[in-house]
């Protein structure tokens, strides 16, 4: 079936050292979406990619679609521990409309 | 304030006894879903529900069910819980499928 994965599974950084997590699907993508769930806390969606190579900013994040809208990044400059969580990304393949989710990237920052 | 509203927020309870976990939303969004998460597995999709009397299966439904009688309601129903449906699990919604999800605080439950 169509999936999502999502690398790595986990990343340990020092505060200040950046961060990247990957998706790439299978079948291509509609769009795709990245959410932050805090630890305790509930996935909050961070950002929507439409377009084949878009590349969208939010202060120290960086989100990527592919050109060939089959894979996409997050990239974080500069970890703070505000950063600390879960990032998943999840898309929409035109097939069925439903999201399908990556097992997400949980940032560790190292004290 | 928008929200997705889940109750009850945590739930100890044994093997066999009936439970439903209510969600409810008050953005008049017509997509609603529900999840679990487990370590390691991210979110696995339980059912949806399109629109009102309108349901279908996600990836894992064995063990639940659920209604829409209502377009702000989508309960979870687990008509006898067995102890792999120990999980934290999400409610969410959004205006259609392919559309960011607002998603609820979540439920942990334990079935021992």
């Known amino acids: 079936g169509q999936q999502v994965m999502q690398i790595p599974q986990y990343q340990h950084v020092q505060e200040g050292e950046d961060f990247t997590t990957y998706c790439n699907s299978s079948t291509t993508l509609s769009n795709i979406q990245w959410y932050k769930q805090r630890p305790g806390g509930h996935p909050v969606f961070l950002i929507q990619l439409v377009k084949s190579g878009e590349v969208k900013k939010q202060k120290r994040l960086t989100f990527q679609f592919g050109e060939a809208k089959k894979n996409s990044s997050l990239h974080i400059t500069a970890t703070q521990t505000t950063d600390v969580g879960t990032y998943f990304c999840?898309?929409?393949?035109?097939?069925?409309?439903?999201?399908?989710w990556g097992a997400g990237t949980k940032l560790i920052i190292k004290p | 304030e928008a929200q997705v509203t889940q109750n009850p927020r945590y739930l100890i309870t044994v093997t066999g006894k009936k439970l439903t976990v209510t969600c409810s939303q008050n953005m008049n969004h017509e997509y609603m879903s529900w999840y679990r998460q487990d370590p390691g597995l991210g979110l696995r999709q339980i059912y949806y529900?399109?629109?009102?009397?309108?349901?279908d299966k996600g990836d894992v439904p064995e063990g639940y069910k659920v209604s829409r009688k209502e377009k702000r309601n989508f309960p979870l129903i687990l008509e006898s819980p067995s102890p792999n449906q120990t999980s934290l699990y999400f409610c969410?919604?959004?205006?259609?499928?392919?559309?960011?999800?607002?998603f609820g605080d979540g439920t942990r439950l334990s079935i021992l």
């Open positions: 529900s399109m629109n009102v009397e309108v349901t």
């Open positions: 999840a898309g929409d393949a035109d097939s069925n409309y439903q999201l399908i």
């Open positions: 969410a919604s959004s205006f259609n499928s392919n559309q960011p999800q607002h």
